[in-house]
């Protein structure tokens, strides 16, 4: 797909990695529609450094578990740009919780964002790309997809859900509309990262480094252009995955 004249919505789109994807596809020449929940500032501040590429830019307000919010989000969109041609399901939260528990907050959080969320967005966005003729969907998983996280089932699962949507998604809406998925590794440091937790994840990688946010972002944006490309996920983790194998076999 060619990007420039475009309209993409980025779900969790106000800052961190969501805001270089915004800025990448306005950058492309996409009009974007910059999805956040909570972070005004940093939707209105991302969306005046969009229009700085010469696009127009939409910062929404949208809890993407809230599946009314989400239809309003949309039908803003439609209304100020007609439609839209890319979604990228970015919206994520990433919450400890024990398990066994007899508190379900953490779970009902993260498969509402993970799971309900980009089903929500997909599944309102996919009519407009289908009367237009055409549309790529990206959704946002991680390495967690892959194996257990300790602490984290909420968000496991929700990133497994990600990767089996993204094939459902491709095999649904063909040949009209591809869907795929990165599985980013490390690329922005958590706030609780000391500087020990902090080099320990760079040494977990092959390449020795934490990737960027640009790096995700080429990422989402390759798979917006690639028009032989459905149903598939890239993994941009610097070889963590393979990693813990640096050393020895076994």
């Not at 509402?112 to 309102?124: A, I, S, Y």
């Not at 591809?178 to 706030?191: D, E, K, S, T």
Request: aromatic share 8%; charged share 20%; proline share 4%.
């Amino acid at each position: 797909m060619e990007i420039a004249g475009k309209t993409a919505l980025v779900t969790g789109g106000a800052k961190r990695v969501g805001r270089v994807m915004s800025l990448m596809l306005a950058e492309a020449g996409a009009n974007v529609v910059i999805n956040y929940n909570t972070s005004t500032d940093d939707a209105e501040a991302t969306a005046g450094e969009a229009e700085a590429f010469g696009v127009q830019a939409l910062p929404v307000a949208a809890d993407v578990a809230d599946y009314a919010q989400v239809e309003a989000m949309v039908e803003a969109a439609k209304s100020r740009f007609g439609g839209i041609d890319i979604l990228v399901n970015n919206a994520s939260t990433f919450s400890a919780e024990p398990f066994p528990t007899t508190d379900l907050t953490v779970w009902n959080k993260s498969i509402g964002t993970l799971v309900n969320g980009p089903f929500f967005c997909t599944n309102l966005v996919a009519p407009s790309m289908l009367e237009r003729g055409g549309g790529a969907v990206v959704s946002v998983s991680d390495l967690s997809a892959f194996e257990a996280w300790p602490g984290y089932i909420g968000h496991a699962v929700g990133k497994s859900a990600i990767l089996a949507m993204t094939r459902q998604f491709a095999l649904e809406l063909a040949p009209t509309i591809r869907a795929n998925a990165i599985v980013p590794g490390p690329a922005l440091r958590p706030h609780d990262y000391d500087d020990g937790r902090y080099q320990r994840t760079a040494d977990k990688t092959l390449v020795g480094r934490w990737g960027t946010p640009e790096e995700m972002a080429h990422g989402v944006k390759y798979l917006v252009e690639a028009d032989y490309v459905t149903g598939e996920y890239i993994i941009i983790d610097g070889g963590q995955r393979y990693g813990h194998r640096k050393t020895e076999a076994g």
